[in-house]
């Protein structure tokens, strides 16, 4: 092959296969950043206290509380975050950070257990949103047990249902349901 053969030729066909390729992972990019948003105006309309219905943890049945807030999210930092907060006023009370990076969404998990599992969100249906585990911040073993997914399943306006997937020596272990309604306060 000839130099002037590949300068004409072959090199005006990789530019182009590279421009497709490009324009291809941009609106990939974007599209994954219209779900972000879109996700996360979602986790913004949950905004208030939220009560257990039912539910299980760690394998455990979990009672029905309609008389104290068992979740509640609020939107924070000029709307650019919202706070999840599970177990409200209980001493295993845990936070949680849902945020937009470069248009995904995140959420960082501040666990009771001490951890902090950094995940993001996947693509999931119309009426969930499920997040794949990126990361576990303070978590000397692997083998420790941690939230290793979760999804927020909307059932209405004001009926949700929280999943926690849960890692125990490096497998999947008996993880956490939780169905709440959004109530007038009693």
Request: glycine fraction near 10%; aromatic fraction near 8%.
């Given at each position: 092959?000839t130099h002037t053969y ?79 907060k599970l177990f409200v ?49 303070n978590m000397a073993d ?45």
């Amino acid at each position: 092959m000839t130099h002037t053969y590949f300068a004409a030729v072959v090199l005006p066909i990789l530019f182009l296969l590279t421009g497709c390729s490009t324009s291809q992972q941009h609106d990939g990019m974007h599209s994954d950043r219209v779900t972000g948003e879109a996700d996360f105006e979602r986790v913004k309309s949950l905004s208030g206290d939220w009560y257990l219905v039912g539910g299980m943890r760690l394998g455990k049945q979990l009672e029905a509380d309609p008389d104290e807030p068992f979740l509640s999210y609020s939107v924070s930092s000029g709307g650019h975050s919202v706070i999840e907060k599970l177990f409200v006023g209980k001493p295993n009370e845990m936070t949680s950070i849902y945020y937009l990076d470069s248009g995904r969404l995140m959420m960082d998990h501040y666990c009771s257990l001490g951890n902090q599992p950094r995940m993001v969100a996947i693509a999931g249906s119309e009426d969930e949103i499920p997040f794949r585990l990126i990361t576990v911040g303070n978590m000397a073993d692997p083998d420790e047990l941690h939230i290793s997914s979760h999804a927020l399943e909307f059932k209405g306006p004001d009926e949700l249902t929280a999943h926690w997937g849960a890692t125990r020596d490096r497998g999947a272990v008996s993880g956490s349901i939780y169905e709440v309604k959004r109530m007038e306060t009693p």
